[in-house]
C-alpha cells in the first residue's frame, strides 16, 4: 500500500518531475463579486443543475497567481495562472 504522496513522475517513469517536499508557494488572488442575469447563470450551468434562487444572481470572478519552489531553493521554479468563475446553483430540491 502507498503511504504519503507520489510524485508525477516522466512519461516512462524515469525521473520525478517535481523535487520533494517541503514546498513554498505564494500566490497573488483577485476576486471580483457581482449579481448577474439568472439566465445567463442558467445557460453556463450543465443539465440536471439550477441556479439557487436564493442567490439573486450572485457569483465570484477569481484570478489567482501561484508560485512554487522547494525548500533550500532561492528560485521560484513553477509557476501557473488560473481563473474561475464560481456560482450558486442547486442539483436538488429538498423542501
Not at 449579481?35 to 440536471?48: E, I, K
Not at 521560484?76 to 450558486?88: C, D, G, I, L, N
Request: glycine fraction near 4%; proline fraction near 11%; include cysteine.
Amino acid at each position: 500500500m502507498l503511504k504519503g504522496c507520489v510524485f508525477p513522475r516522466s512519461p516512462l517513469a524515469t525521473a520525478v518531475l517535481i523535487p520533494p517536499p517541503p514546498w513554498h508557494c505564494s500566490d497573488d488572488v483577485m476576486r471580483i463579486e457581482f449579481w448577474t442575469d439568472m439566465g445567463a447563470t442558467t445557460a453556463t450551468l450543465p443539465s440536471g443543475l439550477a441556479p439557487d434562487p436564493k442567490s439573486i444572481g450572485h457569483a465570484v470572478m477569481m484570478f489567482l497567481d501561484w508560485q512554487f519552489t522547494s525548500q533550500d531553493d532561492e528560485h521560484a521554479r513553477y509557476q501557473y495562472r488560473e481563473a474561475f468563475v464560481p456560482v450558486s446553483y442547486r442539483w436538488r430540491s429538498w423542501e
